[in-house]
Nanobody, 124 residues
Framework: QLQLVESGGGFVQPGGSLGLACAAS????????IGWFRQAPGKEREGVSCISRSTGDTKYADSVKGRFTISRSNMKGTVYLQIENLKHEDTAVYYC?????????????????WGQGTQVTVSS
């Protein structure tokens, strides 16, 4: 059974950068479209980015465009989320999610499998 593991979270000062990774234990993520979501305390889960399995098409939420970059290494079977110019409002638990669909959407219900999340805290 596919299990996702996020890594790379931590404490960062405003303006800093961070790289998150999403991997699957014992599996490659190559046959999956992957979405990244985040949930801040007291707020609803928000889709921030996704990448499709076939063409590698990417999508971003307006709130993160220009600062977040999603990418995938099919060789490593891993999906990455690079975050630049971090802001206080980026503080959240970040989750990756997988679907076998050929396209990606930033709706949580579209995904079948979720990781446990990794905490990103932006603080001075």
């Amino acid at each position: 059974q596919l299990q996702l593991v996020e890594s790379g979270g931590g404490f960062v000062q405003p303006g800093g950068s961070l790289g998150l990774a999403c991997a699957a234990s014992g599996f490659s993520l190559k046959p999956y479209s992957i979405g990244w979501f985040r949930q801040a305390p007291g707020k609803e889960r928000e889709g921030v980015s996704c990448i499709s399995r076939s063409t590698g098409d990417t999508k971003y939420a307006d709130s993160v465009k220009g600062r977040f970059t999603i990418s995938r290494s099919n060789m490593k079977g891993t999906v990455y989320l690079q975050i630049e110019n971090l802001k206080h409002e980026d503080t959240a638990v970040y989750y990756c999610a997988a679907t076998s669909s050929y396209v990606c959407l930033m709706f949580g219900d579209f995904y079948d499998t979720w990781g446990q999340g990794t905490q990103v805290t932006v603080s001075s």
